[in-house]
């Protein structure tokens, strides 16, 4: 023990010097490798992880909250909406809560112009009435109006569109889905509920990631419900927004401990969340491990080099050390500090990087991809256990080289024989 | 002190065997200067490296203190290079990022004593070798005289039973030359055995006894008179004043 002591006393010795007193550039060429390295681990597992993250961020924010309160299965609405409504919205924990009517829709546009023979233009989507105020504080929706503008109260017969409903928004040529062509805000649509038409006007139209959002219609709640045959005690969901800090669960169980559970579902988000997502995210978390596995083994292999290098063009006076009589494993123990060094520098400057950096800057500027505002995901606990990886790694890579040039022959070291 | 016998090594590479030492017997008393000498190739840095325990003889004995040497595991090797001998290289062999004091602290810092207590003794041996001032200079701020006077204060700083230098004043110019063979003579005087692998007889005549090897054997082992001894350093008071 005392032995071990003393060689890794001396190991730091040696290590803080050579680093200290080696050649800057050199430092810090290493440590800009290291940071790469690091990035390579985090950046790209996140983003991947963050795509799809980005989705269910959309879901959450626009379509579930933090929330779901829906139908039981064997039921189209949920029973005793306004008790259902009126308790949850008593709740500390709740900011707001949004009942929505939701009723299948097929729209049809340019019927006033097409010639007899013609297709109609129809589109299927569905009719969803909202509350304006607490949709506005749950979803705001509002925000992602790309056409015209949002509903407002007052406003009769008139819908704004998601955009997966306008042909220019969504060209898909295909016979399963169609799309509405030249509609624009003003556009008269018809619209069929069951056996009820009705003849609206297009307000405004709505581009979110959400496909729940993209494909439906919304109209205000009372005229909504007059359509779907409703009333305020059989709304199809309602999404609750927690206030900062809360926990969904803890919501969702003191709702069901009132008794709502025989009236309707209550899921957190994460219970809400379709599973196809829940697939997505597992798929994206393993496809980004393999790449972080990957990054591992190429900073293990980085350091290695690093360290053979290191250790071979110094391998004179890793003989001279041996031959003056200084331990061998102090000598690895030297290599294994500055390899832990480059490490922890390379860590500790990529962690500022992706935390004060890259996951802010994400956030401001999401990645547009089609289906997904892609951001960095990386929670804190699963950067530092990678961290940890790679110090670890980058220790046993360090530790081989050092391992290989102390074990050669002390005279041929000092003498650079091979 | 320090004896070999029958000491054989040969170098074999592929095919090619090379015998470097052929049979060599060899003894040392305790507070003995010799020197080494031969033509390059003759075999005289090979016996150094054998009886220091750098390396590993073929065939023979060595035996320091009535102790068999060469069976001895690594580490105990290692030990008794650490506690027994001090080492002067040709090339100085300082680490460069150790500091003069770093670089005489480094072997003291495998033994057992405080730190305080070492970097005392590193800085008396650093004084001995009249570098008291330059404790903090690198070895590229060093000359080569100085860098050999930090390497021979390394050796000698915790007081080595035997002083092994291998070609010392090879790369160093003539007053250099001369300041580190004054030290070895004041080491000498003081008691320190001193084996001196060299090419320069002048030097060489400064030792108690003189080794010749020539194609892996001793040939001639020489005792001087002490009255040389003195030589040197009247010669370099001359060439001073």
Redesign the interface.
């Known amino acids: 023990m005392?032995g071990l002591l003393?060689d890794i006393?001396?190991g730091w010795?040696?290590a803080i010097?050579?680093v200290?007193?080696?050649s800057k550039w050199t430092t810090s060429l290493i440590v800009f490798v290291m940071v790469l390295t690091f990035l390579n681990l985090v950046v790209v597992s996140g983003i991947l992880v963050g795509l799809i993250q980005g989705v269910s961020n959309a879901v959450r924010d626009k379509y579930i909250g933090d929330v779901m309160i829906s139908p039981l299965l064997e039921k189209d609405y949920i029973e005793h909406s306004v008790d259902v409504l009126s308790f949850v919205r008593s709740m500390p924990a709740v900011e707001a809560a949004t009942p929505r009517v939701r009723k299948g829709v097929v729209l049809e546009a340019n019927y006033q112009t097409r010639a007899f023979d013609e297709k109609p233009n129809t589109a299927a989507g569905q009719l969803v009435g909202v509350d304006l105020d607490s949709e506005r504080v749950v979803t705001n929706l509002s925000e992602n109006v790309i056409e015209g503008s949002f509903l407002e109260p007052g406003d009769y017969d008139q819908v704004v569109l998601g955009h997966y409903l306008i042909d220019r928004y969504l060209p898909i040529e295909s016979p399963a889905f169609t799309t509405l062509k030249s509609v624009y805000p003003g556009t008269k649509i018809r619209m069929r509920i069951g056996d009820t038409v009705r003849e609206v006007t297009v307000k405004g139209i709505i581009k979110t990631k959400v496909d729940e959002v993209s494909l439906s219609v919304f109209m205000l709640d009372s005229q909504a419900r007059a359509l779907a045959g409703r009333d305020v005690d059989n709304v199809s969901e309602i999404s609750l927004k927690l206030k900062d800090g809360e926990y969904a669960e803890a919501v969702r169980d003191e709702i069901l401990l009132h008794g709502f559970g025989e009236y309707a579902r209550v899921q957190t988000f994460d219970e809400a969340t379709p599973k196809f997502v829940k697939d997505m995210i597992a798929t994206f978390n393993l496809l980004g491990a393999g790449f972080s596995s990957i990054g591992l083994v190429v900073a293990s292999i980085t350091i290695f080099i690093v360290i053979f290098i290191n250790a071979l063009t110094r391998r004179?006076?890793i003989g001279?050390?041996?031959?003056?009589?200084?331990?061998?494993h102090?000598i690895e123990i030297a290599y294994v500090f500055q390899s832990i060094f480059y490490a922890a520098v390379g860590s500790a400057v990529g962690l500022v990087l992706v935390y004060a950096v890259l996951v802010p800057l994400f956030l401001a500027h999401p990645i547009d991809f089609p289906f997904s505002d892609g951001i960095l995901v990386a929670p804190l606990d699963e950067t530092l256990f990678r961290v940890l990886l790679l110090v670890v790694t980058t220790l046993i890579a360090g530790f081989i080289p050092a391992w290989m040039i102390v074990r050669k022959?002390?005279?041929d070291s000092?003498l650079g024989r091979n | 002190m320090i004896e070999t016998r029958n000491l054989v090594k040969t170098f074999v590479n592929g095919d090619i065997i090379t015998p470097v030492l052929k049979g060599v017997d060899f003894k040392a008393e305790a507070g003995e200067f010799i020197a080494i000498m031969g033509r390059s190739g003759a075999g005289k840095s090979t016996f150094l490296?054998q009886m220091s325990l750098?390396?590993e003889p073929t065939e023979g004995e060595i035996i320091i203190d009535g102790r068999v040497a060469h069976t001895m595991t690594e580490?105990e090797k290692?030990?008794f290079?650490?506690?027994k001998?001090g080492?002067v290289?040709q090339d100085y062999?300082l680490?460069?990022?150790?500091t003069a004091l770093?670089n005489v602290l480094?072997?003291l810092?495998?033994m057992?004593y405080e730190h305080g207590h070492n970097l005392e003794v590193a800085r008396i041996a650093l004084e001995r070798v009249n570098l008291g001032g330059k404790l903090d200079s690198?070895p590229s701020r060093l000359s080569g005289g100085e860098q050999q006077r930090v390497s021979i204060a390394?050796?000698i700083a915790d007081k080595p039973a035997i002083l092994f230098a291998d070609e010392p004043t090879a790369n160093l110019d003539r007053e250099s030359s001369d300041q580190v063979m004054d030290l070895f003579l004041e080491l000498h005087e003081a008691g320190q055995t001193i084996i001196m692998v060299t090419h320069e007889e002048e030097y060489a005549r400064l030792a108690d006894r003189v080794v010749r090897f020539d194609d892996g054997k001793i040939v001639t082992a020489e005792h001087q008179g002490h009255e040389k001894k003195g030589t040197h350093r009247r010669r370099q008071h001359e060439n001073t004043h």
Not at chain 2, 95 to 98: A, C, F, N, R, W
Request: net charge positive; charged share 30%; no cysteine.
């Open positions: 005392n003393k006393r001396i010795f040696l010097r050579q200290r007193r080696s004179k006076f001279i050390l041996k031959g003056i009589g200084i331990d061998g102090a022959n002390t005279l000092i | 490296y750098l390396d580490a290692a030990d290079r650490l506690v001998f080492y290289f062999a680490l460069p990022e150790l770093e480094v072997p810092m495998m057992d690198l390394r050796a």
